[in-house]
């Protein structure tokens, strides 16, 4: 019987990175705006080779980016960046169509929902708050509660620890094969692989089931609670 279904957060739940690329979008614009003389395709193309250098969280890309061509920080430029970032984050973060539909489904049959992110604690809440899904779920990991990352082990034990759920209980939903599905297997936690958010072109997700839309999940869950009942 499921009784618990982890859920990764960025590209699963939310559109991550086409809300990265709007608001960076934004600060480049903003940035010409208030003075700095390049073009909007390199400020978005040198701030995402940051990115790509420091990670897709970094706190101080802006900093970087402008040191990096101007030699120093311009806080006219600098403002206005994080200005216009934040001004499209908010428009641009976005859930997938039917998600908040099956989580209140999922919650309905009495099923635990948790969220298992590796990204920074402070900003994984953002996006649930913004968003308002703040109350749904009973957890909520991030890197900071193991400082570490899927696939390793210890994100997945600990999840399965707070809801007091065996890994037969559980489902974990991410769109990323590497870190969420064989993180997941390795504690024969089945698996369901969020193909509407792969950004890497996999083939082979070695997922249990695989799902083009969110909602596909119920009739998985739906099915699985059948079998479980024919067993007994």
Known sequence: ???AIIFDLDNTL???MAMKDAAIEGAALAMIDAGLKMPKKTVKEKIFEVYEEEGIEDQKVFDKFLTRELGDIDYRIHA???IGYRRAREAALVLYPHVRLVL???MKRGIKLAVLSDAPRLQAWLRLCQLNLHHIFD???TFEDTDKKKPAPEPFKLALQRLRVTPEEAIMVGDWAERDIYGAKLLKIRTIFAR???RFGTEKSG???EIDDIIQ???IVDRLATEGRGRR
Request: charged residues 25%; aromatic residues 8%.
């Open 217 to 219: 999940l119920l009739d």
């Open 139 to 141: 957890l909520v990991i």
């Open 207 to 209: 997922a249990d089931h």
């Open 104 to 106: 209140m489904e999922l």
């Open 80 to 82: 206005a960046g994080i």
């Open 1 to 3: 019987m499921i009784k």
């Open 196 to 198: 509407y958010g792969d």
């Open 14 to 16: 939310v559109d991550f």
